[in-house]
């Protein structure tokens, strides 16, 4: 999971290359909604530091973020008329293999 | 305009103001530690509320501390007090004006005095005065100065007074100032106005009860500070005289009342005129004490005794520069031996014996002159400190120069023998001789070897001090077979006798004659009535004798010592009219009690005791009163007031409802920011 700003450049150059782009995201809904009863402390498999939360007052804070990031995300795509597939993990892999076959924008943000 | 405290302590609780502070930081954090993909979102997120939030932190916080900190100050009861307006002076109709004119009041600033500032100021608002209102005026310093003791409304004639108020060296009497104001007014109320530097320890505190008295009567106590700038000042506060190279050494310590280090000349001015300075190096005043630094000189061989000086260069209180102590006379003693009996060879001398008893102590005792009588009219009390004439058969022509010797402070050690006829000497010694002389008379048998023995001396007699330790009883191994009688006399007064023989006869007579003293040994110097010169305490005791008359007479035997302003009281033991000369030659003024003479110094320096056209028979060491020269701030008399009567001084407006209020608004306003404070809170899971 990275910001546009990050793979934003090498998209571009897919594009001047005349290449159809299609983006599949999959997020996990109890993830980015923070199913955790007590506060606790999450780590990136990736590295880096130690976050501590509270996950009853992030709850809602973090669920705007994602639904900003996606958005943003979205917004990339289309400024470089590519195809953004967003999609629930959980959700039929048959529906979201169409939708990027038929280069069909779909899922909405939650 | 002033703040205070009704509850002091309360403002210790204001340590609960770092609770909040300290909660921050000792929070726990959680053990339960996951792994998370959407880390971005996390940090996305703390960086936005993160900005949107630090502004809102610290407004909080600040909010909270000081809603804490406002809450415990209230509790603390705070109040405001606003000056009562005065009201202008003379309403009451009569005032009186007190003026400081102690010595610390001459402290300069810009070349000028407080004390000439408090008489300026003083003189201006007296002149301000309406009409009819009376004004007298007190001087607090000592000794007491005239100034206007009755109401007079006169203002010209009384600012007049006030200009002509002389500067003081004496003592702060707020005390006695304010107990004759209180008298002036008679329990009626009134103004009274105090110019004053407020310096010195305990003057304020002293007049305490004066001030309340005066309040008591519902009068009004004006202070007015003068010469308010920094404390600074310089003093020799001690100076003596003691043992130590050449002559010895005068030892004296300077204090330094000021904020700054100080480097200064310190100059020894001796009683002959001598001169010595050093520079002393004096350490900054702290809030404990005043810097200090002590100092020495070397005196030379020779010095005349008298009240010396230690004088420092120090523009802030001049008054206060110079410190007077008591010089004895320094040196070799140089002592006249009038040979009335020279015998056919020296050891027939009737001198022989005192000679060479009295010789090996020359180098650091006396400087011996052996004459005939004939030589002894050179005497004089300028060359020679002591005489000692012996066995002189006519001493009539040497009369009139030793009465001048003695009267003018020279020692004089008479002996006898069988030239002495007790006639001629009592026509020609009168003057001088502690009683007739009767007949020579043995003290035994004549068939007797030996003689009578003499009594142990006193040894808390100045002249047997020496001999306290060991040595006196020597005195019962001297014999005498043979001695003068004296005829009666009255012991006390002038006439002491120090030593007696066994059966009570006089062995040893002194007598003091103006300011000198005469000592008779009523035998032989020699061996031909007594074998006092071949005893052991012989030549001790008259090295002892000659080094005493010649160090201590002269008048610098009497020495006192005395403080600007407070009585000096001297023994006297004579009913002559005594004279007191002051330090700039000035006659003082004395008033005499039974065997005292009591006078009351100025100014400081060398007090003069004795007859007119005479060496002085006492001196006394005038100093100005320590306490004056600490010129650091002490209880002001605002001060005193205010506690005395803290209504009559200020409004007061307590604060702490208007603080509670405050503090209760600060905590509502507090919550309320808390309540819109960012939704997300990444931090809150401490």
Redesign the interface.
Known sequence: MEAPEVWGGALDALVQRRADLRAVQVYDRDEIGLAFAQPLRLYSPEGGADETLDPAAMRAGVREEARRFFGEVRAAMRRRRGVHVLAEAHAPLADLVANVLLGREAGEVP | VSFGLLAPTALGLLMAALLPIVAHLIRR??E???????????????R??ERRRQLHDLLLLALRVLALAVLLLAFARPELRLPERESELGGSGRVVVILDNSLSMDRRESGRSAFEQAQQEAAALVRELGEGVGVAVFAAGVPEAPGVGSFSDDHGLVAGAIEALPQAEGATDLDGALTRARALLGGEPGEVVVFTDGAGPGNVGRAENSVSRLLDTGSALLPRTVGSGAPANLVVSAAAYGDGLEGGTVSFKVLNYGPAPVETPATVRLPDGAEMTVFVSVPASTDEAPGSADAAVTVPRQAEGGVAQVRLSDPDLPLDDARYFHLPRVGQTRVMLVDGDPGSSPTRSELYFLERAVAPFAGSGAALDLVAPVGALRLSSGTWRVAVLANVGDPDPLAPTLVDFVRGGGALVLTVGDNVSPSVWNGALGPLLPAPLGRARDLVSSDAETGMTLQPPDAEEDLFLPFARAGRLGFERVRTRRVFSLQPYEEGGEVHTLLRYQSGVPALVERRVGAGRVLLWTSTADLGWTNFALQSVYAPFWARALTWLGGEVGGAAARFDGVVGEPVVVPVSVAEEWLVTGPGGQRVGTSRAPGALNFVPDRAGAYAIGRPDEPPAAWVAVNVPAAESDVRPDVSLDDSRARLTPDRVARRFPLDPALLLAGLALLVGAGWIARRRP????????
């Open positions: 954090r959680p339960n530690r996951r792994p998370f993909g959407a880390m971005l979102l996390l940090q996305r997120l703390r936005r509320v939704s997300t809170d990444v931090e809150a899971a401490a």
